[in-house]
């Protein structure tokens, strides 16, 4: 079965610093397109940051391009977010997605979240 296990999140105060991990199994990591998403209280999930398959682009956010970096390791089948100089308005709970779009079938898979806030 299809797994995505997200761990890492807690809380921090403003301006500091936190590493999401995302752990897959059941499937072919590293072909897929790795993203982190996030889902604030009474907001719509907002993709966060997105990793190709090969690690070689990345995307991020606006609002947290310059403070967040995702990676991936394939022979761990991990996907990172590693996340510095967070504010209160990072808070939210981080999803981890795995992506493969294909003309017949596509798969997109979910993890269950980790809860991030920042507070004082």
């Known amino acids: 079965q299809v797994q995505l296990v997200e761990s890492g999140g807690g809380l921090v105060q403003p301006g500091g610093s936190l590493r999401l991990s995302c752990a897959a199994s059941?499937?072919?990591?590293?072909?897929?397109?790795m993203s982190w998403y996030r889902q604030a209280p009474g907001k719509e999930r907002e993709l966060v940051a997105v990793i190709t398959s090969a690690g070689s682009t990345t995307n991020y956010a606006d609002s947290v391009k310059g403070r967040f970096t995702i990676s991936r390791d394939n022979a761990k089948n991990t996907v990172y977010l590693q996340m510095n100089s967070l504010k209160p308005e990072d808070t939210a709970v981080y999803y981890c997605?795995?992506?493969?779009?294909?003309?017949?079938?596509?798969?997109?898979?979910w993890g269950q979240g980790t809860q991030v806030t920042v507070s004082s």
């Open positions: 997605n795995a992506a493969r779009i294909g003309i017949i079938k596509s798969y997109d898979y």
């Open positions: 059941g499937f072919t990591f590293s072909t897929y397109t």
